[in-house]
C-alpha cells in the first residue's frame, strides 16, 4: 500500500524557492517514497534530531516523519544540505 504524503507549509514554501530542475528531481523522489520509504538508500534515520528521517536529493535533504501505522508521512521541510542540520 502506497504512503500519503502531507507536506507542511514550511516544506511547501521551501519547495517553491528551488529552482525548476532540483523541484522535479525532488518531487520524482517523494513519488517513489510514498510507494517504499524505507527500502531507499539516500533515506536516513536522525538521531537527536526534531525529525526523524532525512532523504537525500542531489544537494538537497528532505526531512520527514512518518506514522507506518496508517501509511503517511509528513514532509516537513526542504533544504539545502549545508542548511539541513543547523540547528536553532
Known amino acids: ?5 502531507i507536506f507542511t507549509a514550511t516544506a511547501i514554501k521551501s519547495l ?3 529552482d525548476p530542475q532540483n523541484k522535479k528531481r525532488i518531487i520524482e523522489k517523494i513519488e517513489l517514497l510514498a510507494v517504499n520509504p524505507f527500502e531507499m538508500s539516500n533515506v536516513k534515520k536522525l538521531v537527536d534530531f526534531d525529525v526523524s528521517y532525512s532523504m537525500k ?3 538537497y535533504r528532505m526531512l ?3 506514522d507506518d501505522s496508517i501509511k503517511i508521512f509528513d514532509i516537513i521541510d526542504i533544504r539545502h544540505r549545508k542548511e539541513s542540520y543547523r540547528r536553532s
Open 1 to 5: 500500500m502506497k504512503y500519503s504524503q
Open 16 to 18: 517553491k524557492a528551488i
Open 57 to 59: 536529493v542531489g544537494d
Open 64 to 66: 520527514f516523519d512518518s
